[in-house]
């Protein structure tokens, strides 16, 4: 690695030393030390985020789009240094990294993009009727403003997608929002590294520097005072739910309560139909195991619970997937906590009544390997606990005895970011009654296919009904998550000279 790490907070333009710091605890490789946030830098970044947002919030769609088109290339100029930090801080492959780092950097590029073309701006106008009876009518236009400076979190699983320079930042840059990122400790050299090319490109595009500022973790106060500051105007964060719901709690307390924008995690169950059961079992049972072992399990849309109607062609599934499972090796999880808190999963569903053990395996220290567990509808019905997310690669087989009985699986579902139909054309009729039921469920709904991909594209949902998110009508992938950062204002008989120039 060429970027030697000094460990220290980006404010407003300047590297900032604590007094206090944390140590990294690397998958592999030299730890390092870093400062460790406070409320003084919490202060410092959010006031000099709003002095920047007088200029920047008022800045073109081409300035901004400029901006993150450069920000996008300052990160992969430094791509070599990212995947090394990132797989020593995580233990995710190089192959992950690289992706991800593609993932990222096209996030930014697809929002330049996106704001230059302006449908975004949702520009309304009704010209003026001063001739109507029995009242006239005035000039009336509106377009979609940003609100002011935001705070991000960065996101554990996801070092670089969900995390500084992730979805969150470019879709509040690109609405002209100023971005304050309180950095995982998870991954925090990481994130020195892609605040450095944001760094970077504020210097080349001239702009102001608060426009973006990080502060680094190891301190839980730091999150409670970012959230709590009276000029944050919006939250955005990837993470668990007893901690987005803790900080989404604080949001809704302020004097001046504003929107948290979390996307806190989800079972993302799938629904197996009999026909596609019967012909294609094996390969769905194979398809399964890969999708849930995938990064150690360590997706908010890893697919936990496949239900199923018992019979013959179910027990050849669950042996099928057994199989599939029993061959994946231990892969390293994220962080010493994410593995314990597996671990602790794992063993509430051994524990709960009514679950059978299919597949048992041995998960130690920061390693993680698969496990499989079977239950029927009725005791799934009777133990909330079995709905709740294990974040890893830990599946259940739900059997119902009935089409009626799955039916009854799916309405009583919480809040999920995606639900899934594997289903062949004579399955189509018995599946029709699902949707209207999974539509109240889910953000995205998919059909044979498993949910792991995320694609960023204008027409992706990535959200749902509580509590897979705390805002259901919003998305955090995709172009649409613009619309998070952004209010509607109305502008009545306004001379041209004061309006914002989109309008004009």
């Not at 996008?72 to 192959?95: K, V």
């Not at 004579?426 to 599946?431: L, P, S, T, V, Y």
Request: charged content about 20%; proline content about 5%.
């Amino acid at each position: 690695m060429t970027f030697m790490l000094h460990g220290k907070h980006l404010i407003a333009g300047q590297w900032v030393e604590s007094d206090q710091t944390f140590v990294s605890s690397p998958a592999f490789g030299e730890a390092h030390s870093f400062s460790k946030g406070s409320l003084a830098e919490v202060n410092a970044a959010v006031e000099a985020a709003e002095h920047a947002f007088l200029e920047y919030g008022y800045s073109s769609r081409e300035v901004r789009a400029e901006f993150l088109n450069v920000i996008a290339d300052e990160i992969d100029a430094r791509g070599d240094d990212i995947t090394a930090i990132g797989c020593s801080e995580t233990g995710l492959p190089e192959a992950r990294l690289i992706g991800e780092r593609g993932r990222t950097c096209g996030q930014l590029r697809l929002f330049a993009e996106h704001i230059l073309q302006g449908n975004y701006l949702d520009k309304r106008h009704d010209a003026a009727l001063p001739e109507r009876q029995p009242l006239p009518r005035a000039d009336l236009k509106l377009i979609q403003r940003p609100i002011g400076p935001i705070a991000v979190f960065g996101a554990s699983n996801f070092p670089l997608a969900f995390s500084t320079a992730g979805g969150d930042t470019a879709a509040a840059l690109a609405a002209g929002c100023p971005v304050v990122v309180k950095g995982h400790s998870a991954h925090p050299g990481t994130g020195e590294i892609v605040a450095e090319a944001i760094h970077a490109a504020i210097q080349k595009c001239g702009m102001p520097a608060g426009v973006f500022s990080l502060i680094q973790g190891g301190n839980r106060d730091v999150g409670s005072a970012l959230v709590q500051h009276p000029l944050i105007k919006a939250v955005g964060f990837t993470g668990s739910l007893a901690g987005g719901r803790a900080l989404f709690d604080l949001c809704a307390a302020r004097s001046e309560p504003i929107p948290f924008f979390g996307e806190l995690g989800s079972v993302n169950p799938m629904f197996l139909f009999p026909h596609a059961v019967s012909n294609r079992g094996e390969a769905l049972a194979k398809g399964w195991a890969g999708s849930l072992t995938i990064g150690a399990g360590q997706f908010c849309t890893n697919p936990g619970i496949a239900v199923l109607l018992a019979g013959e062609d179910a027990d050849l599934f669950v042996s099928n997937t057994s199989e599939a499972l029993s061959s994946v090796s231990s892969q390293t999880m994220l962080t010493d906590g994410i593995a314990e808190a597996y671990r602790a999963g794992q063993q509430r569903i051994a524990s709960t009544s009514g679950v059978q053990e299919i597949l048992k395996t041995s998960c130690d220290s920061r390693n993680a390997t698969p496990y499989l567990y079977a239950t029927t509808a009725k005791e799934w019905l009777l133990n909330e606990s079995l709905a709740e997310e294990v974040f890893g690669p830990l599946g259940v087989i739900v059997l119902a005895s009935s089409l009626e009985e799955m039916q009854k699986v799916a309405t009583n579902l919480e809040g999920q970011l995606t639900c899934t139909l594997h289903l062949d054309e004579a399955d189509m009729n018995e599946a029709k009654c699902f949707i209207p039921v999974l539509e109240r469920k889910a953000g995205r709904i998919l059909a044979n296919a498993f949910p792991t991909g995320v694609e960023v594209c204008d027409s992706m949902v990535h959200g749902g009904p509580y509590p897979a998110s705390t805002n259901f009508g919003a998305t955090s992938v995709g172009t649409m998550s613009i619309r998070r950062f952004l209010r509607p204002v109305c502008y009545q008989d306004i001379p041209t000279a004061l309006l914002p120039a989109d309008l004009m």
